[in-house]
């Protein structure tokens, strides 16, 4: 059945509308508490934030209506079945993937990652109360699909690689993020970058790990800015930051201690979870030819005005709207590409 561009908005608006008070009410309390449990990474805070942002964010009625005017395909019933492997590495992250594949008009079979199981049943839930027949279906291992979106490690992209050969397939490995700062930054944007750095303990391909910043810096007066209050922090996370803490001392390398994290000094993405890099340039100029030589690494850049396709403002890396998706890549433009033939001629067996 064709479905229109107002049905698709109206339908994950609602959606947005019934997330409202997440985590607030007895019943909401109940389900973060239980996705915090299978996931000791997340927090009760992680969890709520997202919640609220994919509804702010995505979920919200004018921003679906900008979105879908962008396509003309939005509603054909075009009834393709699309593999989503979904990764867990921050709450509701496959999310997005779910909303590309119903809006263009086909049948997700969705895997989420068993970190992230409770949330994402329950949003799905929460869907098919607002639309029984809703086409979103269970993921298994050797069936037959027309399309594949999966996202995890760059490990883990080797193999889906392998497993979708042969089908359409948009195949997502690591990225980071980084900001770029001109040395001027009010104290308040300092905040809203720690935000972008330190949700979700670091661990989305939206979190800066990496910041450029000017010559004169003072990095200590950059990490008590930024730095998280403790109270904020996992755990997990934490602990993390005393073991490198432990070995930066031990080894003599340099390093400004942030409290709960470490900055040190460095041209690359850190390898430790609790470190974020400082990359100090003398002109610019040098922060964009580093961007334009590591782009298939670099997920968005957080700063004032900076010259990017993915660029976004101060405390907007974890809020991503329904038309900035991962890697650049148009997820419905790929959608649309995979054409009927390939549909009733192409399929594979996995």
């Known amino acids: 059945m064709r479905r229109s561009k107002e049905y698709y908005a109206d339908l994950f608006a609602r959606l947005g509308e019934r997330l409202e008070g997440f985590g607030t009410t007895s019943p909401t309390r109940a389900v973060a508490e239980a996705a915090v449990a299978a996931n000791p990474w997340f927090t009760l805070s992680d969890v709520r934030f997202a919640v609220d942002a994919l509804r702010r964010s995505m979920l919200d009625a004018e921003v679906l209506k900008e979105w879908l005017a962008r396509y003309e395909t939005v509603g054909r019933p075009c009834g393709r079945r699309v593999a989503v492997i979904m990764a867990g590495n921050i709450p509701l992250v496959g999310f997005a993937d779910l909303l590309y594949v119903v809006a263009s008009g086909n049948i997700p079979f969705v895997k989420p990652s068993s970190k992230d199981s409770v949330l994402m049943a329950y949003v799905v839930g929460l869907l098919r109360e607002l639309a029984p027949g809703v086409p979103v279906e269970h993921y298994v291992p050797g069936g037959r699909y027309d399309a594949a979106i999966a996202t995890g490690s760059d490990n883990t992209g080797r193999y889906f690689h392998a497993l979708f050969d042969g089908i359409p397939s948009l195949i997502r490995g690591s990225r980071g993020s980084v900001a770029l700062l001109t ?112 782009d298939g690494k670099v997920q968005c850049v957080v700063g004032r005005d900076a010259l990017h396709p993915r660029a976004v403002g101060f405390g907007e890396g974890q809020t991503p709207r329904p038309w900035d998706y991962p890697d650049g890549r148009d997820v419905m433009e790929f959608l649309a590409s995979v054409s009927p033939a390939e549909t009733d001629h192409g399929t594979t067996e996995l």
């Open 183 to 294: 040395g001027d930054e009010t104290e308040d944007e300092l905040r809203s970058l720690g935000r972008d750095m330190f949700r979700y303990s670091g661990l989305g391909c939206r979190n800066v790990g990496l910041v450029f910043v000017p010559q004169a810096c003072d990095l200590d007066r950059f990490a008590r800015t930024v730095a998280p209050a403790r109270e904020e922090v996992n755990p997990k996370y934490y602990n993390n930051y005393r073991s490198l803490r432990a070995q930066l001392r031990a080894s003599g390398a340099p390093f400004c201690d942030g409290g709960t994290f470490v900055v040190t000094e460095g041209e690359q993405f850190p390898v430790a979870l609790s470190n974020i890099v400082a990359y100090r340039y003398g002109r610019v100029e040098e922060a964009y030819a580093w961007l334009k030589e590591h």
